[in-house]
């Protein structure tokens, strides 16, 4: 019999899948602090994990008896991967269950920035009437930049194309030829930067990744530009976005993700002309039921049948 840890209230959905496979044991649980997680996890084959629980290395290396790490989501900056690689574990993700709902947040936060909805929610509760000064920008005819074609880029270029806009996309692994079959035209970083009037990421955080967007960039982009970020807080260098702002080369900002979370008194919210949420991009029911079914799916062939799917490793044997 294998043993299933569910952490961070998984949707319960996830019960469902492995109440179809009689071998597996499966047990939910909350986010457990790291003293805990550690005493638990050598009883365990698997381990499926949201966004709160961070499987360090100290903590990969607690769960001996662990052969696979389940991601209810796309990201996995909260696994130590090279540990887990290291000790032999497959560590797989649910790469497409919060697409959908990413994508429809990116383009509210974009209607909202362009719009100044936030600003003007805020002036009429406090019994302001400052119609003049909440003036926005029309979507149609602007261009877009969309940074990263992947899942999520391709379905925030499909909604934004809707709204009449030239959508510009750059994606180093994505063939030209399928950025045109999306309704976008390819383009390189430069060119993006410099004929864009919204820009918005959607790639992994990574190495290759951290601080794409800084100074040099900022500085190639056109006066007024606007930056959306629902990707992952890093890719953009927060300080020199806020010299930007600061400057007016950057006109507003809407992001859902920090450097740090939470970020606590941050500098970009005094500004204006900017929106933010609490990384609510992937916040659905629906996405949260998705990507805990597909993980744990996942996790149930693994274990039952030795079948990988979405793996984001190749372990050491």
């Given at each position: 019999m294998s043993k299933v840890l569910l952490t961070d209230n998984i949707a319960k959905e996830a019960l469902d899948v492995f109440s179809q496979h009689p071998d597996i044991?499966?047990?939910?649980?909350?986010?457990?602090?790291?003293?805990?997680?550690a005493g638990v996890l050598p009883e365990y084959d698997a381990v499926i994990i949201r966004s709160p629980t961070k499987l360090t290395k100290e903590l990969i290396?607690?769960?001996?008896?662990?052969?696979?790490?389940?991601?209810?989501?796309?990201?996995?900056?909260?696994?130590?991967?090279?540990?887990?690689?290291?000790?032999?574990?497959?560590?797989?993700?649910?790469?497409?269950?919060?697409?959908?709902?990413?994508?429809?947040?990116?383009?509210?936060?974009?209607?909202?920035?362009?719009?100044?909805?936030?600003?003007?929610?805020?002036?009429?509760?406090?019994k302001r009437w400052d119609r003049s000064a909440l003036k926005g920008v029309e979507l149609s005819g602007k261009t877009v930049g969309v940074v990263g074609a992947g899942r999520v880029g391709r379905e925030v270029a499909r909604r934004l194309l809707a709204f009449d806009m030239r959508v510009l996309a750059f994606d180093p692994y994505i063939p030209a030829?399928?950025?045109?079959?999306?309704?976008?035209?390819?383009?390189?970083?430069?060119?993006?930067?410099?004929e864009s009037d919204f820009i918005t990421i959607h790639v992994p955080l990574g190495a290759e990744t951290?601080?794409?967007?800084?100074?040099?960039?900022?500085?190639?982009?056109?006066?007024?530009?606007?930056?959306i970020n629902c990707a992952r807080g890093g890719i953009i260098d927060e300080a020199a976005v806020q010299d930007a702002l600061e400057s007016g080369k950057v006109a507003g900002v809407a992001f859902d993700v920090f450097e740090n979370e939470p970020p606590?008194?941050?500098?970009?919210f005094s500004h204006e002309r900017s929106v933010f949420t609490p990384h609510l991009g992937a916040a659905t029911k629906d996405a949260q039921i998705r990507v805990a079914v597909d993980a744990a799916h996942n996790v149930a062939n693994a274990l039952s049948k030795g079948e990988i799917q979405d793996a984001v490793n190749a372990p050491k044997s």
């Open positions: 044991e499966a047990v939910v649980v909350g986010t457990l602090d790291p003293t805990e997680l290396d607690a769960g001996t008896n662990l052969k696979f790490i389940g991601r209810a989501g796309v990201g996995v900056d909260n696994i130590d991967i090279e540990a887990a690689t290291a000790r032999g574990i497959t560590v797989m993700n649910a790469p497409s269950g919060n697409t959908v709902s990413t994508a429809e947040h990116t383009v509210a936060m974009l209607m909202a920035l362009a719009r100044r909805i936030a600003q003007a929610d805020r002036s009429l509760r406090e030829d399928a950025i045109k079959d999306m309704g976008a035209e390819p383009a390189d970083m430069e060119t993006l930067f410099a951290r601080s794409i967007i800084g100074t040099d960039e900022i500085a190639k982009m056109k006066d007024g530009v606007f930056l606590g008194e941050h500098t970009f």
